[in-house]
């Protein structure tokens, strides 16, 4: 019997309980992502590419957090996944696993990692357990991949598989393109998904595939199927955290759903606060500023060879920082004499269009 098998059938009399205890989250194992499927309730699975992501996932929390290779697109601006090293991910792992409490960490083996043969895989994998301190790895492939997941599993390494819109592999597809719409796609989806089970795999994930076929696979394993695109009957799902949140600028798939939007916010307070430098009303000396005893300022001051008048002044602008009469009175007595708020205001409203805002 094969590794994941035998701690599934080992632990199921744990089943119950642990799914009855789901009000306070648990750190999540293999154990409880079988006991979920087996219970029917969805598998929530989010990306993450850094600390405060990582955190947001253990807050609420999601199941899996996967520290997906789609970090080259959304988080490093390469135009694909192929692009991304295992130095990369792995520096990206140490961050979301340093923000993770429950979930299960998982990342995936960056393109090239592991295709050379499953000692490569082993290799990557192990660094990928070792430095990037993640729990479990997910590959893409079918049938082609199957030695590289049996090598993982049997040394105890837990594999995720992906079946369906290979993303490593747009390239050579021609794009991103939804998989098994013929008869004969959906078969060899189906032997796929049969052969990475019977290797070991935990779980799987469906991407980009009709509904009905989703559903089939789902029905046809007794290991959890992860949709991303494959309708609702999957045993959970995932979303990159980008597309989630509405945060992505690039192409929205069909599949995509904000459940936020965050790009709207994000721009607003960077427009609020470029307004709020440009006119001077941030920060406020006293909410949002540091204060010096006014003697140690005065002897300051002398120490400098500056008149006690000077000090005595500065005293009072400091006491009344939104007065701009009191700084018109005294323009020169401002350190490089700069020019009077309002004129700044004036002129980088023209420049930057803020008079908009
Ligand atoms: N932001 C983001 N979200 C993702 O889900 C994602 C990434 N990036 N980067 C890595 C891969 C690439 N993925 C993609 C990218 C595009 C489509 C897409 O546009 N699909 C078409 C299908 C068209 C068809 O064949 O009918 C669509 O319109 O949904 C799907 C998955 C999934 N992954
Ligand atoms: C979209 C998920 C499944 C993924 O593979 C990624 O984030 O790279």
Not at 48 to 66: E, G, K, M, N, Q
Not at 236 to 260: C, E, N, P, S
Not at 318 to 345: Q, W
């Amino acid at each position: 019997m094969l590794p994941f098998r035998a701690i599934r059938h080992a632990l199921s009399h744990r089943r119950h309980m642990s799914v009855a205890q789901s009000s306070s989250p648990k750190k999540t194992t293999i154990a409880r992502i079988a006991d979920l499927r087996a219970s029917n309730i969805p598998i929530s699975v989010l990306t993450a590419y850094d600390f405060p992501t990582a955190r947001a996932c253990s807050a609420h929390p999601v199941d899996i957090t996967l520290v997906g290779d789609s970090l080259a697109q959304v988080c490093l601006g390469y135009p694909s996944t192929t692009r991304l090293s295992l130095d990369e991910m792995l520096h990206h792992c140490r961050a979301v696993a340093r923000g993770t409490s429950t979930p299960l960490l998982v990342a995936d083996m960056p393109f090239g990692t592991y295709a050379p043969g499953p000692t490569d895989a082993v290799r990557a994998a192990v660094r990928l357990v070792h430095q990037g301190h993640v729990e479990a790895v997910k590959l893409e492939g079918g049938e082609e991949i199957i030695p590289h997941i049996s090598a993982l599993t049997q040394i105890g390494i837990p594999v995720m598989a992906h079946i369906g819109l290979l993303p490593q592999r747009s390239t050579a597809l021609s794009g991103y393109r939804v998989q098994g719409r013929t008869a004969a796609s959906a078969n060899a989806l189906v032997r796929a998904a049969r052969a990475l089970e019977n290797a070991g795999a935990f779980a799987i994930v469906l991407e980009a595939m009709p509904s009905q076929l989703g559903e089939y696979i789902t029905r046809t394993l007794t290991i959890p199927t992860i949709g991303i695109g494959a309708g609702p009957a999957t045993s959970g799902q995932v979303l990159v955290w980008d597309d989630m949140l509405g945060t992505w600028h690039g192409h929205k798939a069909k599949f995509v759903r904000h459940f936020a939007d965050v790009r709207k916010e994000v721009e607003r307070g960077v427009a609020t606060y470029v307004h709020a430098v440009k006119d001077r009303s941030f920060p406020n000396a006293e909410r949002e500023g540091y204060a010096i005893d006014p003697t140690e300022w005065a002897s300051f001051l002398r120490t400098q060879g500056q008149p006690g008048e000077y000090a005595e002044h500065q005293r009072t602008a400091t006491d009344a920082t939104s007065d701009s009469a009191e700084m018109t009175r005294h323009p020169e007595s401002r350190a490089g004499a700069l020019p009077r708020a309002n004129e700044t205001d004036e002129k980088t409203a023209k420049k930057t269009g803020l008079h908009t805002l």
